[in-house]
């Protein structure tokens, strides 16, 4: 049985066409009718087809006819393509066998793939290489497909040229997949053994998790065992997707599919976690499981502080499908009620705010992202910070150290240039450069995380007119020199306005953000003054001039409907608005706080 | 709910043509196309007042206003005609004030006597600046030498009641500039002043410059001085503030906009006018062919209806209008009138503008102070919607 099983991923770019592939692949072997085709079924989530980004893993199960006469079960288990996701990614391909690396014809290897890739070959996947977009006017595929072969070893002989926008080539990849991809070879006698690789909530099944049988078999009605914590279920549904959910009554090793077991919380089906049952477990779990910990935090508050329930009842509700959200109460003195929130990255915290904006119609305040610090504290105890606020006296600091990453950026050599000169203005150490190709280089720097946080990859896209791709992978911990940068309005500390700089730069920071807020505080009816502060140290200050003119100097029969929309319009804007102490601030002012312009 | 039927009424003619469209003006006007086209608009006119006249006729009209456009290209006798069917269709008070908006060089010294025959008795003068520099920025088709002329001819055929508009935070004026032109206006003896900020809709073509940055607005603080110093010069002159952007002499108030301002009912004829009846304001749809086409088939031209207001929108709307006065709203007479305790129902709102210094409570009014009128909107939103 297992013979005709293959399980693989694709990996690739954001842009380079994933989805579209998959689609083709379904479209190709009758899981999808072109007529219920809506284009990139498997990007499930509205956000994740408008970001054009693949965020939630949607495995598909395909059967395929093959040319050998012999009908071919392939497991395509999609994974997302952002850096912020990589665990997840890592997991999804700890499930397969194979991988199709699919590269754009017209751009080449990008940093993030190369990183999957490698990931990928660690895992002892194997690769067939796909060239897409030949299509394109700009296709160099013969090019691309030499850098393919320089840089990860991959015979150019083999690599498919296909466009997956015109169907060209698609069989060809079906049938590589056959030949090549391994089939697997799991132990159908040994005690069950299945990789959860995927969770999501169903308001009505409960927690949902998408399991890769490595050993065993798995039949509806068994008592399992989640490895990591030992909590016990009973499997009320098992099935297949192909795409759509369809029971079945047993899983066997090598193969793909979902269970539900009356499971309250995502949490409780960890991504990562094997599956045994409860009696005649396995003994050992799959390698690779971690906790996730959030790497960037911020807080989250409603704009009307009486949405503070509303907003615990959806992160609630959101934390169901989203394990790796993290979240706990946060009381500020300028914004009042809220949560302190967790994140993977920065997307993360982006689609999660979006999300309870959309779906739970909140309105909400983001506070400026900030990293997790680790404080040495000179009664020779450690703290870790992420919040500003919690930023302990100067006097009590032995030693602050931050979180690094180490980077890599690949870039025409045209721009090595613009690189090292970004990495250099963002603390970075260079590592290594290396040409990938005579014309493609591939730079190492360790980064602190906090400086690659906010506007780093747009600057980078920027600086190499969008040919450089990022890839980072968090290190460990490095000493810095930090400070806690406060911002006062008309005198007063702002405390969400509150952040964490480093010593060097706190000057160049306190100036660049004083003087943002002076751009987008509207004047109001005082004068309001704006300084930037390190301890009692004021080191910037601009002010916002009060108020001079709101009137509308004319209004006669003809026009009075006219001029009360206006006030209207002036009403809902003041909705928009954030009032601390004597001063209205745009609610966007907290987030964009450390988006300052550098140039 | 007081729906305004026990008044008087106030009638709005509506002009829409002009010589030529100013750079600055959002108002619904079109150049004039050929005199057909006007005396079949007149026409028209007649039919649509006929009309509407037998659904008022229990009502007494207390000021006429014919606007624009530039009305003064009205003909003696298509004026006397309009005014004729007015006095014919509707009871009229004594005193009944007719005033109309007119353009300096474009009123002879027959069409003004024709004018003040059938009634005419104030006249509101576009004079705007007494810079010829100015003047052209503003697209204005007279210059200040036919300014004079014209105001000379008004005085000396005996009119009295007299309005000059002037125009301040014209792009490149100085407060120098401003304060002349204000000089130069009362020394020709009006009784009432209109000093209007320009503001500039995106749509005007002077508005397009300002938003393409080929001409600067001037400062807020240079504006709010230009019209503290305006205000000032004019109380100076024995002319009294009533509202906004008017000054008066005593008895000379314009009685068409306290009208609007009072959120009394008036009714609007002619393409682009404004009714305001019952509960809600509608408008004259502003095809001008159309209009003339349907009143020429005996039906009543094509309205819109702006806005229809329930009791809290309507008491929302008199505050805001009537905190334009400079008086105020008297609140005992308002609370009577609206059935409620404007004190207590609008208690957030007033408290906070109060706190602010743009509102007060005096002698029983509730009004702007004189720090209110130029930031008025920040004190007339909060008393909109919820």
Not at chain 1, 512 to 536: C, D, S, T, W
Not at chain 2, 48 to 59: R, V
Not at chain 2, 203 to 209: A, E, I, M, R
Not at chain 2, 285 to 310: C, H, S
Request: proline share 3%; glycine share 6%.
């Amino acid at each position: 049985m297992q013979d005709r099983i293959r399980n693989f991923s694709i990996i690739a770019h954001i842009d380079h066409g994933k989805s579209t592939l998959a689609d083709r692949l379904m479209q190709m072997t009758g899981a999808l009718t072109g007529r219920d085709m809506k284009e990139q079924f498997l990007d499930k989530m509205d956000l994740e087809r408008e970001k054009g980004i693949t965020i939630k893993l949607q495995p598909v199960r395909l059967e395929y006819k093959a040319k050998d006469g012999e009908t071919y079960i392939l497991n395509l288990i999609d994974t997302p393509g952002h850096v912020d996701f990589t665990y997840e990614v890592s997991r999804s391909l700890a499930s397969c066998e194979g991988a199709l690396l699919v590269v754009d014809a017209s751009q080449g290897i990008e940093a993030q793939t190369l990183a999957n890739v490698y990931m990928a070959m660690d895992l002892d996947l194997e690769i067939i290489g796909v060239v897409n977009k030949i299509d394109l006017p700009g296709a160099e595929p013969e090019k691309v497909k030499e850098e393919m072969e320089n840089v990860l070893g991959i015979d150019r002989a083999e690599i498919i040229s296909i466009s997956a926008k015109l169907g060209e080539g698609i069989e060809e990849v079906l049938e590589a997949i056959i030949k090549k991809v391994p089939a697997p070879i799991g132990d159908i006698k040994a005690p069950l053994k299945a990789l959860i690789f995927d969770s999501y909530f169903d308001p009505y099944k409960g927690a949902i998790s998408y399991i890769r049988v490595v050993d065993g078999e798995i039949h509806k009605g068994d008592m399992i065992k989640m490895m990591s914590t030992g909590m016990e279920f009973e499997i009320a549904e098992l099935g297949i997707l192909s795409p759509s959910e369809t029971e079945v009554e047993t899983i066997r090793a090598g193969e793909v599919g979902y269970l539900a077991a009356g499971i309250k919380n995502v949490g409780d089906t960890k991504v990562g976690d094997t599956i045994t049952l409860a009696t005649n477990s396995a003994h050992e779990p799959v390698p690779g499981y971690k906790e996730i910990q959030p790497m960037v935090y911020c807080g989250l508050f409603p704009l009307e502080n009486n949405d503070f329930e509303r907003l615990r009842d959806s992160l609630e509700k959101l934390k169901l499908n989203d394990a790796s959200l993290f979240y706990e109460p946060e009381a500020s003195d300028a914004l009042g009620f809220g949560f302190r929130c967790g994140f993977l990255g920065l997307l993360h915290l982006e689609i999660v705010k979006e999300r309870l904006e959309r779906e739970y119609d909140l309105d909400l305040l983001a506070t400026s992202p900030s990293v997790v610090y680790k404080i040495h504290l000179t009664d020779g105890s450690d703290m870790y910070v992420q919040n500003p606020n919690h930023w302990p006296d100067v006097q009590n600091i032995e030693k602050i150290t931050e979180p690094y990453v180490d980077a890599s950026i690949m870039v025409p050599d045209d721009y090595i240039g613009a690189v090292m000169e970004l990495c250099q203005e963002k603390r970075g150490n260079f590592v290594t450069m290396e040409y990938l190709t005579p014309l493609r280089v591939l730079l190492s720097y360790k980064l602190p995380l906090s400086e690659i946080l906010y506007d780093f990859f747009d600057t980078l896209k920027s600086r190499t007119r969008g040919y450089a791709s990022l890839d980072y992978e968090l290190t460990g911990y490095e000493e810095s020199d930090l400070v806690k940068l406060d911002i006062m309005l008309n005198g007063e500390i702002v405390d969400a306005l509150s952040f964490i700089v480093h010593e060097e730069r706190s000057y160049f920071q306190g100036r660049a953000v004083v003087e943002k807020l002076r751009k987008i505080i509207p004047r109001q009816m005082y004068e309001v003054a704006i300084q930037a502060a390190v301890g009692n140290k004021i080191i910037a200050r601009e002010s916002v001039k009060a108020m001079r003119k709101d009137v509308l100097a004319k209004c006669y029969g003809g026009d009075i409907t006219r001029k009360k929309k206006l006030l209207e319009k002036q009403k809902e804007g003041k909705k928009r608005m954030k009032q601390i102490g004597q001063v209205e601030i745009p609610k966007d002012a907290f987030m964009s706080v450390l988006n300052i312009d550098e140039d | 709910m007081d729906l305004g039927f026990e008044k008087d009424l106030g009638v709005y003619i509506h002009f829409p043509f002009c010589i030529k469209k100013c750079s600055y003006c959002d108002f619904f006007s079109l150049p004039i196309s050929s005199s057909e086209m006007v005396d079949k608009y007149v026409d028209s006119l007649l039919t649509e007042i006929k009309m509407q006249s037998s659904i008022f006729k229990d009502q007494q009209i207390q000021t006429v206003y014919f606007g624009g456009g530039t009305p003064s290209l009205l003909g003696g006798k298509q004026f006397s005609s309009i005014m004729n069917v007015i006095a014919d269709n509707f009871k009229l008070v004594d005193n009944i004030q007719v005033s109309m908006e007119a353009n300096p060089a474009t009123i002879t010294e027959n069409k003004l006597r024709a004018y003040l025959d059938a009634g005419l008795n104030r006249i509101s003068l576009g004079v705007q600046s007494f810079s010829d520099i100015e003047l052209k920025l503003l697209t204005r088709t007279h210059d200040v030498k036919q300014t004079y002329m014209t105001i000379d001819l008004i005085h000396k055929l005996g009119l009295d009641n007299l309005n000059l508009d002037l125009i301040y935070g014209i792009p490149g004026q100085s407060i120098h500039q401003w304060l002349y032109n204000l000089e130069k206006a009362i020394s020709l003896g009006p009784t009432h002043i209109s000093m209007y900020l320009l503001q500039l809709e995106p749509s005007t073509p002077l508005g397009q410059k300002v938003a393409n940055k080929e001409i600067l607005m001037l400062e807020d603080e240079i504006e709010l001085d230009m019209y503290n110093r305006g205000c000032n010069f004019l109380v100076s002159n024995r002319f009294k503030q009533y509202e906004i952007s008017n000054f008066s002499k005593d008895g000379y108030q314009c009685q068409q906009n306290l009208i609007y301002w009072q959120a009394n009912r008036y009714l609007g004829f002619g393409t682009g006018a404004v009714s305001f009846i019952g509960n809600q304001r509608c408008l004259n749809k502003l095809q001008i062919v159309d209009y003339i086409n349907y009143l020429a088939r005996g039906e009543r031209a094509p309205i819109e209806i702006l806005e229809t207001m329930n009791e809290e929108q309507l008491i929302q709307d008199a505050i805001i209008l009537g905190l334009r006065l400079t008086e105020g709203i008297e609140i005992i007479k308002f609370n009577k009138k609206f059935n409620i305790d404007i004190l207590s129902d609008y208690k957030i709102p007033i408290k906070n503008s109060t706190k602010q210094n743009l509102l007060k409570i005096e002698n029983g009014f509730l009004k702007l102070t004189n720090k209110g009128y130029f930031l008025s909107n920040q004190v007339l939103w909060r008393f909109i919607g919820d």
